[in-house]
């Protein structure tokens, strides 16, 4: 199960990054996707935007927990297929140290402690 969740915001952007991350239903700043069992094409969208989203594993656990705090319904009754999420509690690592290092974008190690961060 992977998560996706956008990091950096709209200005800026060209118009096929903003295609791309609108497929992703990534439309916001910290808006969160769940793939369960994602296919090759999503991989490879998703690490194209490897430079605006962190992404990675996250438990059962923590899904459930993101279901049960952030889930919307919509006016059918289904869950909508996006979480919107607030800023990560303690800030983010690539706005802190500006130019040190990545940090939270890209392949994110642990993606479960910064989703928790962000309920």
């Not at 609108?22 to 999503?42: A, G, I, N, Q």
């Not at 430079?51 to 869950?79: H, N, P, W």
């Amino acid at each position: 199960m992977i998560a996706v969740i956008r990091i950096k915001g709209q200005v800026g952007i060209k118009r096929p990054v903003k295609e791309t991350l609108d497929r992703l239903r990534l439309r916001k700043k910290y808006v969160c996707v769940v793939f369960e069992e994602p296919s090759k094409e999503v991989l490879g969208m998703v690490k194209k935007m490897k430079d605006f989203v962190a992404f990675g594993e996250i438990s059962e656990e923590t899904y459930k927990e993101l279901v049960e705090k952030r889930g919307q319904k919509d006016g059918e009754g289904k869950l909508k297929p996006f979480f919107r999420l607030h800023p990560p509690r303690g800030g983010i690592e690539s706005k802190k140290h500006f130019g040190v290092g990545k940090g939270v974008l890209g392949n994110n190690k642990k993606m479960d402690e910064l989703v928790r961060r962000m309920l």
